[in-house]
């Protein structure tokens, strides 16, 4: 009401009366000031805060996309500024908040999202590979960045290669490729290509000429030449994820060929399309090869039409590729490379697509303030939008204004790029904004609304109170508004009553709210009455009023006198107090009112006057209160009448310009005098210049409320009269156009009438463009700004040509210019094109406009097109290095090198020569004459005012290379010479790259010139040794050798010549029909046939097989075994210790004396495929919803696969028994590296186990691995019951899901309460999961209720029970709240049966067991709560317990089901079947245990041995045992385990593999007998099932009871021959063969042959040597001792002689050639027929001929190997050669040529070094020439057989050494004997007999060895140990002859020579056996028993 009173309340009449002044009167006003103005001061204060306050905005948005690796890990920034600083955090895509992740993600204190490193095992799609935003908020609003697309990259290994063509034709262009691996090409950036490792060539748009690395990372090698094939490039890549740098591991090489055949071009690499972003370069290679090089074109297809390109700056060839810089719109479009030469041509289209910018938003105007209740409006302006891009608008970061909005919505969305709000209120200000996306890019604008002027709002108000006198009383209201509204209080519609009580405080929030207060202490009768709150501001005021009503008598308040306005509605309250009231009463002249219809009163004692009139209306009123006791009071209000002012319309001109006079008289036509006339322009005084006004005008009077003045230009006021007004305008300028308000008021009211002004304004300059210079690639902005009225459009053109006539309008898809809305034209990146004038015109229509031309000048800093450069030169010879910068002048260039200023004035060889050229500068360092130290980095750096760069050149100064050094011949063969020098070392002179070895005859001229070139590509450093093989040489000729080295620049000097002659033939073909076929998977079956006979080049001796692996990798040297040669029929083996299923390359190759023939062609075989014998890797699993697992892995190492891989097979098995007793497992079957695994139970621990199968079978299984399913809703409780529990009170109970598919976190139970059968209300209790009762009380009897419950899980909430009915009663029966159950227990644990009860009387419970057993002993107990528990469960415990309750109003019982688990019982296990290596077993599972079996235990033993245990599947009924010895006994027994732990073990049972100990062969067949040797067939002895490991032979002669050990490791081969034997002598031979099974043991009698042929039986032989009174009658002994008396007697001599003509080594060897006799030559015809040459030869891995070093143990040549010697060597490494010992048995009358044979693992330096010392030393003891084998020394020792010569005979005396004669071995006869053309026989080596002395008898040096010799000869036959290195050389030295020693031993036989003292000759090989030391028997030959005891392996001869 008092809004619509609008009275003006001024003071006049009668007045009431004031009370007196007391002190606190007095202070009550100053206080209300100071209160009143510290709240006016506050307010500035918030006002400012609040007008400062600003909305967010990012100074750091993260961007669309975050890609990181997982090793480093990422951190995305986000910032924002604004006031109050606002908070930032993150959400996800949907809106939730990102929350900390530990070890996985976190977020900052600065706003930043981090994410750690993390394991590939770790990575969370929903946290790696996923959309987030940033969110900045304050108390303004909030905004949310782009989307931000977050993608974690697991890091794998990976390599960079490079792709090329091998071989480029001369002049072409090569193309060299990087290639990265398609996982990780994304992330991967080329960055340079280096050049012989030492130069890079960085990526350009124009290169370099020769060399260019094209932006998308291809390097072009241009007009390949000569010298190109000599360089190697490798690429250089950056991981952008990581940073880190790799270099490709190969090096691209290719060669440079010359073909004579013309050939049309050939595309090289079709692109077929490219994408460049607009503003960007690119290149578009047209790659092509022909011969000659083809020329190239470039067209534009436009339909199907070709039109040439203009080039210009911008578009422009390079050589074949085509480069656009700058790309525009208009260049997107298909472009054809025609590419041709005089052979044909080739077309090659590419098509080119312009992508747009990176899409970018903005938001206009960026901060808006609008009243309230107006309109605003939003534009989004977006850049680089793409086709589908889709715009959606948000307020304070949630959707606004989208197709939800309604049609009645005040926001709206106007075609997506305008925003806007209509009638703006309070709730609509905050931060806007506009997002923009298109395809997986997004961006954001946004913009702060903030509310202008707004209306005032009350939001809080104070009520009616009714209130005795006395107390405190605060009203308060709070309002809100902008401006900042005022607060005034009335009582009853006038000013509060001026009283100490009365209290009014007002103060300002930091919000913006006015909170203003009245406090009235004291409260008094007289202090009631309507209270009003008014807050107002300029948009206009809001009031509010309440009664305040306080017990008392009537009273009424004195009024003021009150002003009405003529024609309005008058209101006056009669300010009545006291309560209650019964009626109020207005009279007027001692009337009551209403007097008319226009008087009304209301109720609570307001007067309403409705048109106020001023004389019937004026005048005296009064009122009367009063109440129902008759108590009344009284008071007047004098009434004025004043009629406000009205004013007539008026209006200025609509046509005015500038200098125009304009007018406007304002004229007050009704209104009350006095009036104040005010002028406004625009809200605010005018200003006006003072004017004369007329005599009868009062002066203008200021209103104190009216607002400053504004300084207008000079306009003009008059006041014609009290109420005229008029307003002039002498000269019309822009600064009057406006608003202007005539305002007049009285003492009524205030009126008002505006016009507006306007003024037609040409165009003026704000800012008038300027000349700009800028630097290329800068930023430039032309203000182009004008006003005037209307608003002036500008337009930018620019200027074509030189001067300012013809123009180009410029738009905003002008390439590279922006034009702003300001009217400015910006240019972000400024280019060369953009220079030039520009015009810039504004017009609006009035006047000619305005137009300003500016010129932009680019200055363009130097710029090298080609940063680097390479340059060769060769040495001596004149270059120029060049370096031309583009750009401005004024410009220098100065030379650098090495980093340091180049001083070319001090050095006369070199010159600066500069040439400025159009748009360029060139400048030329000549050296005049290069030198080696010219070489080096040049570095040219240019300079101008504008800028800098530099260009480096790296020079090289080269030069041929030097001679080549030391060319010697290191070896030669027949057809091949390898020839080694050392690299040329002139420091002055350039490496060389390659070597060329020439040759030429010796007989041929040399005038016709050396051939043959062998050249060596990849030398080695300068200085180290150099070697070539040369080949195809013709065999026994002799050639010159000479070396040439050579680089880019041509062949240096020749080396000196080298003379060598080849040596003679090998077999010069390969074996033929080479075939092989694999028997298992680790062997295989190699055949052959003899090379042909033609080219044998001599007798084979044997094979060399060489077999290695194919198809893996590069290819490897061949494994070599060696093979025999058997006459008349090809060669076999096999080849074991294979590797499974692989590939392998085998040759064949023939030798013979000279070494070994050719190979064959390698043929490719295969094992056979077998199992896996690894399982997959990297096996993962992973859950993917309640019932499913994912489970991938990656396959078996390669090398482990062992053939084709069919597919995988994945055993998952659940860890828990569900139901209870049965096991959830299977068996799943895929060729995929994963599966998905569904239908599993929910929230369930499962082990899954991969292996992989092949066609053979499965392979070896993973560990098991453990993955759970993820947690679901469980299921519904397993049951519910409800039961009254007292008369008002039930409970619930129930049983917990049998399956909660998770962890339970609490319990839903639901109530219906039912009324009349319908619900009256219903509730939900939550519990926690521990609980499962609930009781319900304080209920009513007479309601009826339901009850259901429901569980829950993290996830949610399951369905629920069955609805169960209950009612409150007044009888509680007897009830159990527990449930009867099935309960499992393990055995020995305990369990607790729950028998939870209620009722009322309380019920008495029992237990029973069974049918009614009661229940005792002491592991059962009943608890106080009435639980029985029962301890330590066992089997028998099982059954059923039943607990009952009872009392008087009823009874109940339940029933507990109890289960024990034990461990189950032992299965009846037998054997089915057997083999030779396997048991077949099967078994029957016993009683469970009330688990399910989870798995057997096997365990086992062979008989003796260790228990071994194998874990065999649950589901497994049978097993096959296999890997068994053959032929062996074994225990086993059988367990199976549950859950609860291992059973009790099977019966032992008791079985045994097939197989039996091995069968003896008959004599016939086994034995064969020779003259000085037997041969035994081993192949003869029968395994009987079990293959033979080995045999043990010994022999004896049959008189003799030692036997001696030949060997004890002898392998089945097919023939072992026993050397040495006694002709004519009965023998017996004793064979032990073993086998898995046990041995066998047989003996054979026989006897050798005699040496005249025939049958000679050992009786023969039998001397009696006690008969020797006949001794001189038997002519036939006498005759044959006398001549060999004198041969003795004639060789003494020549000893004699020899000695004394011979140095002392020498006269030996001398004597005993000389002595040779015809018993030599005839021995040497007989055993011509039977020699035999054994080797044993390690063979080594890589190649068939082994490191020198390797070999020193092993024998090398013939005459090395001891005839009766084996060696069990040691292989450096555990190889799979299928041949680790091999013996050669060879037969032929011509076995000295085998001196010769080369082993494969002989080498040819040892050999040599052996026959030069046989050349130094003609006679060696056996101990030097033991030293001397495997070293360049001539140190002397002992070899183990020269050992046993030193013991002593029977006498103990030790036998002189230098008595012992030396004596010639027959292998390496004399030097005058190895002239001789006739070939050396090779007789058999012979163990030296050796008297049994006791070793301990010796000290020293030799002592020692004695004593090793005993103990060897106890532990092997040969006196070598179990494992014996091969000895590290044999003897060299010279024998005699066997005859010659045979014939000596004779003689001093004959001599009765019965000391040992004399020995005949010290002759070489291993001693056999012992003899003690009394064992002296004799012989029937009269030799001492010990040595015929250690001399049964020699041969006599006895010549008559």
């Known amino acids: 009401m008092e809004g619509e009173n609008r009275a003006v309340l001024v003071e006049g009449g009668t007045r009431p009366r004031r009370p007196l002044h007391r002190p606190q009167a007095l202070l009550q006003p100053l206080i209300a000031f100071a209160v009143t103005a510290a709240a006016l001061l506050l307010q500035a204060g918030i006002e400012a805060t609040f007008l400062e306050s600003q909305g967010p905005t990012f100074i750091k948005e993260p961007p669309s996309r975050v890609d990181f690796a997982n090793v480093t890990g990422a951190r995305i920034d986000c910032s924002a500024q604004g006031s109050p600083p606002p908070a930032v955090h993150w959400v996800s895509q949907e809106g939730k908040p990102v929350r900390r992740i530990p070890d996985t993600r976190d977020t900052l204190a600065n706003g930043s999202l981090l994410f750690l490193p993390f394991r590939p095992g770790t990575y969370r799609q929903d946290v790696h590979q996923t959309t987030y935003k940033c969110v900045a908020s304050n108390s303004v609003g909030r905004i949310v960045s782009r989307d931000v697309r977050v993608r974690a990259v697991v890091l794998q290994d990976y390599d960079v290669q490079v792709i090329y063509s091998k071989k480029v034709i001369r002049g072409n262009t090569a193309i060299l490729r990087c290639t990265i691996s398609n996982f990780v090409r994304d992330y991967i950036t080329v960055t340079s290509w280096v050049q012989d490792s030492t130069f890079n060539i960085y990526p350009s748009i124009k290169g370099d000429g020769k060399y ?30 990581t940073g880190s740098t790799l270099l490709s591991m190969d090096r691209a090489r290719f060669m440079v060929i010359d073909t004579g055949i013309i050939s049309a071009p050939r595309t090289l690499e079709r692109q077929s399309s490219a994408v460049v972003r607009k503003d960007h370069s690119v290149v578009l290679p047209c790659l092509a090869e022909g011969h000659p090089p083809p020329a190239i074109r470039w067209f534009r297809q436009d339909r199907h039409q070709l039109h040439g390109l203009e080039e210009g700056e911008r578009v422009f060839r390079v050589a074949e590729c085509l480069v656009i810089l700058h790309a525009e719109d208009a260049d997107a479009g298909r472009y054809v490379c025609v590419a041709n030469n005089s052979a044909g041509a080739e077309r090659i289209e590419v098509s080119l697509a312009v992508s747009s910018p990176p899409l970018a938003a903005s938001l206009h105007p960026r901060h808006a303030v609008v009243d309230a209740g107006r309109r605003a409006e939003f534009r989004c302006h977006v850049s680089g939008a793409r086709p589908g891009a889709s715009i959606s608008w948000l307020k304070d970061g949630q959707p606004v204004g989208g197709a939800g909005s309604g049609p009645g919505s005040r926001v709206s969305v106007d075609g997506g790029e305008r925003l806007v709000v209509d009638r703006v209120q309070r709730e609509d200000a905050g931060m806007y904004q506009c997002v923009v996306r298109a395809d997986e890019d997004s961006a954001q604008g946004s913009a702060e609304l903030r509310l202008g002027a707004a209306h005032p709002i009350l939001i809080y108000k104070f009520i009616s109170q009714t209130l005795q006198p006395g107390p405190p009383v605060s009203l308060k209201c709070i309002a809100t508004g902008n401006p900042t509204p005022q607060m005034r209080w009335t009582l009853d519609g006038f000013a509060l009553p001026q009283s100490e009580r009365f209290l009014i405080g007002q103060y300002v929030t930091v919000h913006g709210d006015v909170i203003s207060h009245v406090n009235i202490s004291n409260v008094q009768v007289e202090d009631g009455g309507i209270y009003q709150c008014t807050a107002r501001n300029r948009v206009g005021e809001v009031t509010h009023s309440a009664d305040l009503r306080i017990y008392g008598l009537p009273s009424i308040r004195p009024m003021p006198n009150v002003s009405a306005v003529a024609g309005e509605s008058l209101y006056i309250t009669c300010p009545v107090a006291g309560y209650p009231i019964d009626a109020v009463s207005w009279e007027k002249g001692g009337r009551k009112l209403p007097l008319n219809r226009r008087q009304r009163v209301f109720s609570n004692g307001t007067l309403r006057i409705e048109n106020v009139q001023r004389a019937p209306d004026r005048g005296l009123y009064s009122c009367t209160a009063s109440n129902k006791q008759g108590r009344s009071a009284f008071q007047s209000v004098n009434i004025n009448v004043i009629v406000p002012p009205r004013i007539a319309p008026f209006a200025f001109q609509t046509d005015l310009h500038l200098g125009d006079r304009a007018g406007v008289q304002c004229i007050i036509n009704k209104g009350d005098l006095p009036l104040d006339i005010q002028w406004h322009k625009d809200g605010a005084a005018v200003d006006a210049s003072p004017a004369a006004p007329p005599a009868a005008a009062p002066p203008v009077v200021a209103s104190p409320a009216a607002a400053p003045p504004t300084a207008l230009p000079p306009l003009s006021v008059r006041r014609l009269s009290d109420f005229v007004s008029l307003l002039t305008i002498d000269s019309l300028r822009p600064e009057h156009a406006g608003n202007y308000s005539c305002q007049a008021s009285n003492d009524a009211a205030h009126a008002s009438h505006s016009s507006m002004l306007l003024v037609n304004v040409p165009p003026r300059w704000l800012r008038e463009p300027r000349d700009q210079n800028v630097t290329v690639g800068g930023s430039v902005t032309f203000e182009c700004q004008a006003e005037g009225f209307p608003n002036p459009t500008v337009i930018w053109r620019k200027v074509i040509g030189e001067q300012p006539s013809e123009y180009q309008d410029l738009t905003l898809r002008s390439r590279g210019i922006h034009l702003l809305l300001n009217g400015s034209l910006q240019i972000k990146q400024a280019l060369q094109e953009h220079q030039g004038q520009y015009l810039c015109e504004a017009s609006n229509g009035i006047g000619a406009g305005l137009s300003s031309v500016v010129q932009l000048t680019v200055h363009v800093p130097p710029e090298f097109e080609v940063k680097s450069a ?67 980095t040049y570095t040219c750096v240019a300079t101008n005012p504008y800028g800098r760069d530099q260009r480096t050149v790296q020079l090289q100064v080269k030069d041929a290379p030097g001679r080549p050094l030391g060319v010697r011949i290191t070896s030669s063969g027949s057809r091949n010479v390898r020839i080694g020098w050392m690299g040329p070392t002139d420091e002055d002179r350039s490496p060389a790259l390659h070597y060329t070895v020439q040759y030429i005859e010796d007989s041929a001229a040399m005038d016709q010139g050396w051939s043959g070139a062998v050249a060596v590509e990849q030398p080695a450093a300068p200085g180290l040794e150099q070697w070539a093989q040369v080949a195809n040489l013709r065999p026994a000729t002799l050639y010159h050798f000479r070396v040439l080295a050579s680089n880019e620049l041509g062949a240096g000097e020749a080396s000196e010549e080298a003379l060598v002659r080849t040596d003679g033939e090998a077999p010069a073909g390969p074996p033929r029909a080479l075939a092989a076929h694999a028997l298992a998977s680790t062997e295989v079956r190699v055949t052959w046939a003899p090379p042909p006979l033609d080219l044998w080049n001599g007798d084979i001796l044997g094979y060399y097989v060489g077999y290695r692996e194919s198809g893996i990798g590069r290819p490897s040297g061949y494994n070599f075994t060696t093979v025999p040669f058997h006459a008349n029929k090809g060669g076999v083996v096999v080849l074991s210790g294979l590797k499974k299923f692989r590939k392998y390359g085998i040759v064949v190759q023939a030798f013979n004396e000279k070494g070994p023939g050719p190979m064959s062609n390698e043929i490719v075989t295969q094992t056979l495929e077998d199992v896996p014998t690894a399982p997959p890797l990297e096996i993962e699993c992973m859950a993917r919803t309640t019932q499913s697992l994912f489970i991938r892995w990656q396959p078996p190492p390669q090398l482990f696969q062992n053939g084709v891989i069919q597919g995988y097979k994945i055993y998952y098995e659940n860890v828990e028994e569900w139901p209870p007793g049965h096991i959830e497992a299977d068996t799943k079957m895929t060729i995929d590296l994963s599966t998905e695994i569904h239908g599993l139970q929910k929230y369930s621990n499962y082990s899954a186990q991969v292996w992989g199968y092949t066609r053979v079978g499965d392979g070896v299984k993973s560990k098991p691995i453990f993955c759970h399913t993820e947690e679901d809703v469980p299921e519904a409780p397993a049951a519910i019951k409800v039961m009254p529990s007292s008369p008002t009170s039930l409970t619930v109970s129930w049983l917990p899901p049998s399956r909660p598919n998770g962890i339970l976190t609490a319990y839903h139970i639901y109530t219906r309460v039912l009324e009349g059968g319908s619900e009256r209300t219903s509730y939900k209790k939550k519990v926690i999961a521990a609980r499962t009762r609930y009781d319900a009380t304080d209920l009513r009897q007479k309601d009826a209720f339901e009850f259901w419950v429901t569980a829950l899980t993290r996830v949610g909430e399951g369905p629920s029970t069955r609805v169960v009915y209950a009612t409150p009663s007044s009888r509680v029966p007897a009830a159990i709240l527990s449930f009867g159950q099935v309960i499992s227990v393990l055995r020995r644990s305990s369990i607790l049966l729950p028998c939870v009860v209620v009722g009322s009387p309380e019920p008495e419970r029992a237990w029973i067991h069974g049918e009614g057993n009661s229940i005792s002993g002491s592991h059962f107990a009943i608890q106080p709560d009435g639980a029985l528990f029962i301890s330590d469960a066992q089997r028998r415990y099982e059954g059923n317990y039943t607990c009952t309750a009872q009392n008087s109003e009823g009874s109940d019982q339940i029933t507990y089901t109890l289960r024990v688990q034990v461990a189950p019982s032992a299965p009846q296990i037998h054997v089915t079947s057997t083999s030779t290596t396997s048991l077949h077993l099967q078994w029957t599972a016993g009683d469970m245990g009330g688990s399910a079996i989870r798995g057997y235990l096997l365990n086992y033993k062979h008989e003796p041995g260790e228990w071994e245990k194998r874990i065999l599947p649950r589901s497994a009924t049978g097993y096959k045992l296999e890997d068994l010895a053959c032929g062996s006994e074994y225990r086993l027994y059988l367990m199976a385990y549950n859950s609860v732990g291992s059973g009790a073990p099977s019966e032992t049972i008791m079985a045994a593999t097939d197989g039996s100990p091995p069968g003896k062969p008959l004599q016939r067949e086994f034995v064969t007998p020779n003259t000085s040797s037997v041969t035994l067939n081993m192949r003869r002895w029968e395994d009987n099932g079990c293959e033979i490991s080995h045999f043990v032979i010994e022999y004896k002669e049959s008189a003799q009871e030692d036997w001696i050990k030949v060997d004890n490791n002898v392998q089945p081969k097919d023939n072992f021959p026993i050397m040495g034997l006694w002709p004519a002598t009965e023998y017996v031979v004793r064979v032990t063969a073993y086998n898995s099974a046990g ?22 032989v039998d001397v009696d040597m006690e008969e020797t009174s006949s001794f001189y009658l038997d002519i036939g002994l006498i005759v044959p001792i006398v001549i060999s008396l004198l041969a003795i007697i004639g060789v003494m001599i020549a000893v004699i002689i020899c000695i004394r003509k011979k140095p002392p080594d020498e006269a030996e060897c001398t004597g005993i050639e000389d002595g040779q006799s015809i018993v030599s030559i005839d021995n040497k015809q007989n055993m011509a027929q039977r020699e035999q040459y054994y080797a044993a030869v390690q063979k080594g891995i890589p190649t068939p001929v082994r490191d020198v070093n390797t070999l020193e143990r092993i024998p090398e040549y013939a005459e090395d190997i001891y005839p009766y010697a084996t060696f069990h060597v040691q292989s450096q490494q555990q190889t799979s050669s299928p041949a680790h010992f091999q013996t050669f048995v060879y037969h032929d009358q011509r076995l000295a040529a085998m001196e010769t044979i080369p082993l494969k693992s002989s080498p040819h330096d040892d050999y040599a070094k052996l026959r030069q010392n046989r050349k130094r030393k003609c006679l060696r003891s056996e101990s030097e020439d033991y030293d001397s084998l495997g070293s360049d020394s001539d140190t002397e020792s002992q070899t183990e057989s020269s050992n046993h010569l030193y013991d002593l005979g029977p006498s103990g005396d030790r036998l002189a050494h230098q008595n012992v004669p030396r004596c010639n071995n027959i292998l390496h006869p004399p030097p005058e004997s190895s002239t001789s053309t006739e070939p050396s026989p090779l007789p058999d080596r012979r163990n030296m007999p050796r008297w049994g002395i006791p070793s301990h008898g010796h000290s020293g040096r030799r002592g020692r060895r004695a004593s090793n010799r005993s103990t060897l000869s106890e532990e092997t036959s040969f006196g070598f140990p179990a494992r014996l290195e091969p000895p590290s050389g044999f003897s060299d030295g010279l024998e005699l002859s066997e005859a010659e020693c045979d014939r000596d031993t004779l003689r001093h036989l004959k001599g009765n020579l019965k000391s040992s003292s004399q020995l005949p000759c010290s002759l070489k090989g291993n001693n056999r056996g012992h003899m003690s030391d009394g064992d002296t028997g004799i012989t029937p030959l009269g030799i001492p028993g010990g040595i015929i005891h250690e001399q049964r392996q020699r041969n006599f001869t006895i010549a008559v």
């Open 1639 to 1660: 041995s066998t043991e047989a003996e054979y009698t026989f006897g050798t042959l005699p040496i005249s042929g025939g049958t000679f039986t050992p009786s023969i």
């Open 870 to 936: 390479h340059a060769s030169i060769r040495r001596g010879a004149p270059e120029a290095l060049t370096c031309e910068a583009r750009g401005d002048a004024p410009m220098t260039i100065a030379w650098l090198k090495d980093g340091g200023r180049l001083l070319a004035h001090t050095e006369p060889r070199f010159q600066i020569r500069e040439s400025p050229m159009k748009d360029s500068f060139l400048s030329e360092l000549i050296i005049s004459r290069t030198i080696k130290l010219d070489s080096g």
């Open 212 to 241: 260019h690395m094209l932006p998308s990372g291809e390097l072009l090698i241009r007009n390949v030449d000569e010298g190109d094939k000599y360089r190697s490039y490798q690429c250089r890549a950056v991981n952008r994820l």
